[in-house]
Each structure stands twice: as C-alpha cells, then as structure tokens.
C-alpha cells in the first residue's frame, strides 16, 4: 500500500504561482511512475502531468504545457507540480496517483490516490 498526500494548495491570484507537494508513505515508492490530476465542480477529472520513476519521462496536458513543471526526489519520496502563470481555469481540486505500469493519461493504471488539494485561482 502507498498512502499519498498532497499539500500546497490554496488560493491565488492569477498569474501568481503555487507548488504543490505529494508525499508517500508506506510501501516503498521505488519504480512508481507519478501523475497529478485535476478536477474542477462539474466535470471529470482530467490529467495534468506525469513523470516516470526515474523523472527521464515526462508529459503535460496541452493546457497547461509552458506554465506548469512536474519533478520528483525519490531520496524525499516526493513528487512536485510547479505551477506558475495561473489561471482560473486551473481552479480545481489536484491529486496525484502512482502506478507500477501506465499510460500516463489513464486515470485507472493508477493504483493509488491522494486525497486532493484545492487549489483556486481569483481573477
């Protein structure tokens, strides 16, 4: 089992800046890939980035590509969304995932959730 728990949400003007965190705990974090996720009210979660094990893999949605950065210290068994330029389109509630084997956009080749951050952008 690897319990996830993100942090670093909140609220923002636009065109500031949040990084948000995901730890894991509990079963070792080796060779998971990592994505984060967003879900806005009313509509379906729909990927954001994900980066590989090794963190030499990386892929963005086309919405955010340029603004937000994913990276990962497997010494700190953290994975970080840098995400900067915000909109209010981004305001969702974000969740990161890990997974032995993915397609970085498919919500179930994830095996594990955190329970999300809310992160809302004022314009």
């Known amino acids: 089992q690897v319990h996830l728990v993100e942090s670093g949400g909140g609220l923002v003007q636009a065109g500031g800046c949040l990084r948000l965190s995901c730890a894991a705990s509990g079963r070792t974090f080796s060779g998971y890939a990592m994505g984060w996720f967003r879900q806005a009210p009313g509509m379906e979660r729909e990927f954001v980035a994900a980066?590989?094990?090794?963190?030499?893999?990386?892929d963005y949605a086309d919405s955010i590509k340029g603004r937000f950065t994913i990276s990962r210290d497997n010494a700190k068994n953290t994975v970080y969304l840098q995400m900067n330029s915000l909109k209010p389109e981004d305001t969702a509630v974000y969740s990161c995932?890990?997974?032995?084997?993915?397609?970085?956009?498919?919500?179930?080749?994830?095996?594990?959730w955190g329970q999300g951050t809310q992160v809302t952008v004022s314009s």
């Open positions: 980066i590989t094990w090794s963190g030499g893999i990386t």
């Open positions: 995932a890990a997974g032995r084997t993915v397609y970085f956009r498919v919500t179930t080749d994830y095996q594990y």
